[in-house]
């Protein structure tokens, strides 16, 4: 079955890269884009879409209060069934755990091919089996999104203030603030201070990044994982787009993806 979706995110190169990912899939037709909540909820009352990619971070009205808005209405009559929601965050791991709780899935920005096809098809297995139902059950949706609410609303645990890195076979207890970066390369994830290096046992950016403090660490590309007090320069590239020189040894050039160019301008004021 074809599945009909939104695309809902306030950056236009977001929208544009999740597109191509989806036509490159297959079997999702995007019926419509927005650029807010507001135009995601009038969206989603118009179409009534199988599935929504929602970003978190909109201005005005985000994506969790867009959501808040539809299930009013949906619960008063005065729209159609909830869709299933596929929300996008960039950098806010807090949320990333809820989703992770909750059984909502998430796409980390950059968008990778991979997590959008897995992420597709589990909303299609979810589709079917309830096509097949005799008689369809409620959708636990709206309670799901309900405690994902909720639990936003709560603090997290603190995150450790230091994590292990792995240096010639002795595990070192490392304060996040002297971490300059953290790369994956052949599925291994390097990191890089102002006097050495070494390696994560974290097996991806996603595991690492739950370590980390998102106040200070920002993944600027689907590869890099950047302390924000290590940028020393940023440095413009071809066609619109920069690069991070970061203040270790070796002065390490990071690109910055199209997907994130946003959010470096305004960190930085650009």
């Not at 507001?38 to 978190?56: G, K, T």
């Not at 909109?58 to 299933?84: C, H, N, T, W, Y």
């Amino acid at each position: 079955m074809h599945i009909r979706a939104l695309i809902i995110d306030d950056e236009q190169l977001a929208r544009e890269e999740l597109k191509y990912l989806l036509d490159s899939i297959g079997g999702v037709d995007v019926v419509a884009q927005g650029a807010n909540g507001i135009e995601a909820v009038s969206l989603i009352e118009m179409h009534s879409p199988d599935l929504v990619f929602l970003d978190v971070q909109m201005p005005g009205l985000d994506g969790f209060a867009a959501i808040e808005r539809v299930m009013a209405r949906s619960k008063a009559g005065r729209s159609g069934p909830m869709p299933q929601i596929v929300f996008a965050t960039a950098y806010d791991q807090y949320a990333v755990r809820a989703f992770e709780v909750n059984a909502i899935d998430y796409l980390l920005k950059p968008f990778d091919r991979t997590r959008v096809a897995a992420s597709v098809e589990r909303v299609r297995a979810l589709l079917d089996t309830r096509a097949q139902a005799p008689e369809p059950a409620p959708p636990p949706l709206d309670s799901q999104i309900e405690s994902l609410l909720a639990l936003l609303k709560n603090p997290l645990p603190a995150r450790p203030s230091r994590i292990v890195v792995e240096v010639q076979n002795r595990l070192l207890l490392v304060d996040q603030a002297e971490i300059c970066f953290a790369a994956i390369d052949d599925g291994v994830i390097r990191i890089a201070t102002r006097t050495f290096e070494g390696c994560s046992r974290c097996r991806t950016l996603e595991e690492l990044m739950e370590q980390l403090d998102p106040a200070h660490f920002w993944r600027a590309h689907r590869g890099y994982v950047v302390n924000i007090g290590h940028i020393r320069e940023v440095v413009p590239w071809f066609k619109s787009s920069y690069q991070l020189r970061m203040d270790d040894k070796q002065q390490t050039e990071i690109p910055v993806s199209r997907a994130q160019t946003k959010r470096l301008k305004e960190l930085f004021f650009l």
